[in-house]
């Protein structure tokens, strides 16, 4: 079994930067794809990025992209999402996942779930 508990979430003007972490615990991931994901109140969950076990592949929303990075550290069990020049459309509830095979972009083949951050960015 692996727990993950997200971090970082919080208020933030438009323009403005977050760092998001979510650190796993209980099985090791090291092996694992891990992303994120999130949702906005009366939306679907949408994928926003994911990394391969070894940080080689990474992919992201076309509506994240060049603004979001994913990373993560294998040793300290974590990945991380540093978000920058936010939007109002990015406000959201973000959400840690992995799973035990390659990155995907939906949801339902991840196996873990962290229970989420909420990032609110005003205008």
């Known amino acids: 079994q692996v727990h993950l508990v997200e971090s970082g979430g919080g208020l933030v003007q438009v323009g403005g930067s977050l760092r998001l972490s979510c650190a796993a615990s209980?099985?090791?991931?090291?092996?694992?794809?891990m992303g994120w994901f999130r949702q906005a109140p009366r939306k679907e969950r949408e994928f926003v990025a994911s990394?391969?076990?070894?940080?080689?592949?990474?992919n992201y929303a076309d509506s994240v992209k060049g603004r979001f990075t994913i990373s993560r550290d294998n040793a300290e069990s974590t990945v991380s999402l540093q978000m920058n020049s936010l939007k109002p459309e990015d406000t959201a509830v973000y959400f840690c996942v992995a799973r035990n095979g390659p990155p995907h972009y939906e949801a339902y083949q991840y196996d873990y779930w962290g229970q989420g951050t909420q990032v609110t960015v005003s205008s």
């Open positions: 209980g099985r090791t991931v090291n092996y694992y794809a």
């Open positions: 990394i391969s076990w070894n940080g080689g592949n990474t």
